[in-house]
């Protein structure tokens, strides 16, 4: 719930104005300015949904890796698809995890398909304090 109403994003040129390069941002539930209420009602119903149908939430990194913006790039699309098609067949929840520390996020360690550095972000930074700030 944590993240998902930090809503950890980016802002970026074409859907904000100014914006030439993109910016990391947070914005509540990845859509805070479409929100009439408060951002714990929806991730109170959220929450109340995912146990009622009883899910899985997969984070999944669709932005950049290996760096900050303009060091780093975009994440492969063929890698994004290869992890989607690894829920829906059921093999990502079977995978082995390891837990890393700071968000208590659990992060596979191989993905079919998949670089396993890229699983874990920080392993693609060339600078690790770069990363933990």
């Not at 949904?49 to 060091?71: D, Q």
């Not at 398909?113 to 930074?125: A, H, I, R, S, Y």
Request: glycine content about 8%.
């Amino acid at each position: 719930m944590y993240h998902f109403i930090t809503g950890y994003t980016a802002k970026v040129a074409g859907t904000e104005v100014g914006v030439k390069d993109p910016e990391e941002t947070f914005s509540a539930c990845f859509g805070q300015v479409f929100l009439p209420l408060h951002p714990y009602a929806y991730a109170e119903l959220l929450a109340k949904k995912m146990e009622e149908h009883s899910v899985n939430v997969w984070l999944i990194n669709t932005g950049w890796t290996g760096g900050r913006y303009g060091v780093g790039k975009r994440m492969n699309l063929r890698s994004t698809r290869a992890i989607i098609d690894a829920i829906h067949d059921g093999t990502l929840e079977a995978a082995e995890y390891k837990t890393q520390p700071v968000f208590n996020l659990k992060i596979p360690t191989h993905v079919k398909g998949v670089p396993d550095e890229v699983l874990n972000p920080k392993n693609t930074w060339s600078d690790k304090n770069a990363y933990d700030e």
